[in-house]
Structure formats: structure tokens, C-alpha cells
């Protein structure tokens, strides 16, 4: 199986914008065109394009849908999510043009929902984001933008899901997300042996093309590249050709 490089944009009132940890209040906003953004890493070869609507995963609506759509057109496939809720949802993205739809907080909370949609849509259209926090000494999987505690874990839910037909795993620490302080090695190690037909993506923490090297022998399949990419810290050619 390829490893795919991925660049992100996340988006907060249509503009692009990264937060630190998750936190709504530790916003850098980047740009207010997001096209422009898109049609750079096109050009520079990217084949995927991630994208996270913030307003949705914290209000549960497809707030910058529109924007979305625009994103399409920059010529990658796209894979978004951000306040996906409903079947509905799913097929507004669909629509949109959107390859695979990310499913976070109801993938915690409903997966037997999220299940069903598998079923019917086909698994290689869903990317299943388990974002998780190291509490207690359990993987938790805080939910709604990571503002909401759920009670199921990281052990408990990607296996379940990789019994269901699942294939797209998207997991970040969320202690690392816009830290640039590398991802967590432990994390997808683990990921790697406990849930090995599921395809990893690392999130969280990307810093250098020595972290993406290091990814992908701790067995992830794909990277997402956000911060990193947007502070110029290494270019998206240089991040594809590792």
C-alpha cells in the first residue's frame, strides 16, 4: 500500500486557520484564500487534500461547505470532515465532490451508525478520525472539536472498527497537534500491531521531513502535514519525495 503525504487545511469562517491542541482560543489564521492555498500543493504534486471544518466540528453542521466545494476543484481528491452528524452529511460531501468523508465524533459515539455507512457507501470512501488524548494511562477520545470527554478509548474503538470493514485510520495526540514537536512514534507503533489492516494516518506534531521518515517506519501509511507546511518549515515537493 502507498504512503501518502497529506497536506491540511482547516477552516474556521473560511479562512485557513491552525489551532495549538485543539484549542479554539490558540487560533493563527494563515490565510482568506483557501483556493490559493490548495492550487500551491496541487501543483507541487499532492494527490490528497485533507480538510477540517473547525465551525462544524464544534457547532455539528457543514459550516464551510461552500468552501469546501471550491476546494475540490484545485484538482486533488479530497477528504473533509467536520461536523459530519448525519447520513445527510455524508451525502452533502459526496456531492461536494469529496472522495472520503471523515467521521469523527459520531464514529465515537455512534459507531454502529458509522458502521451502516460503511456498508452502503464502501469503506474506501470513510476515513474514521479516532483523535485521542493520553489520560490515566488510556488513549481517551475526547469528542466535538475535543472539547467533549467520551468514555470509550482508542483500544477499544480501532479494533472495533477494523472488525467492521474499516480500511482508513486517521489518529492524532492531540497534546502534539500544532506543537511541531514531532509526531508520536509510541502511538502509531502501537496502532501498527494492535490494528495492522486498518491504514494509519499520523497527525500532530509534524516538524521535518525527519519525523515523516520516522511515520512511516513506525508504520503509519500517510501523514497529514498542516503547520509545518504553512510556516515554510519544509516544502510539500521535499515532504513528497521522502
Known amino acids: 500500500m502507498n504512503f501518502e503525504v497529506i497536506p491540511a487545511i482547516d477552516l474556521r469562517n473560511g479562512q485557513v486557520v491552525r489551532l495549538k491542541q485543539g484549542d479554539y482560543a490558540q487560533e493563527t489564521q494563515y490565510s482568506s484564500a483557501p483556493h490559493d ?63 472520503r468523508v471523515v467521521v469523527g465524533s459520531v464514529a465515537i459515539r455512534e459507531p454502529e451508525r458509522v458502521a451502516e455507512w460503511l456498508s452502503k457507501h464502501g469503506a474506501e470512501r470513510f476515513t474514521i478520525a479516532l483523535d485521542t488524548r493520553r489520560r490515566d494511562n488510556k488513549w481517551t477520545l475526547p469528542s466535538a472539536g475535543w472539547i467533549e470527554d467520551e468514555t470509550r478509548t482508542l483500544d ?9 470493514g474499516a480500511r482508513h485510520l486517521l ?63 519544509f516544502t510539500l515537493e521535499d515532504a513528497l519525495a521522502c
Open 37 to 99: 492555498i490548495a492550487a500551491r500543493y496541487a501543483q507541487a504534486g499532492a494527490r490528497w487534500l485533507h480538510v477540517v471544518d473547525l465551525d462544524g466540528a464544534r457547532a455539528g453542521d457543514l459550516a464551510n461547505l461552500s468552501v469546501i466545494e471550491e476546494l475540490v476543484k484545485a484538482g486533488m481528491q479530497v477528504q473533509a470532515g467536520g461536523g459530519v452528524r448525519s447520513g445527510e452529511d455524508v451525502l452533502r460531501l459526496f456531492n461536494a465532490g469529496v472522495s
Open 156 to 164: 477499544e474503538l480501532a479494533p472495533w472498527y477494523a472488525a467492521h
Open 171 to 233: 489518529c492524532t495526540d492531540i497534546e502534539r497537534d500544532g506543537m511541531l514537536a514531532g509526531f508520536n512514534l509510541e502511538l502509531y507503533q502501537h496502532l501498527a500491531q494492535t490494528v495492522p489492516q486498518l491504514a494509519v494516518q499520523a497527525s500532530g506534531g509534524v516538524r521535518s521531513l525527519d519525523d515523516i521518515r520516522a511515520a512511516r517506519e513506525a508504520g503509519a501509511r500517510g501523514v497529514i502535514l498542516g503547520r509545518a507546511l504553512l510556516e515554510g518549515r
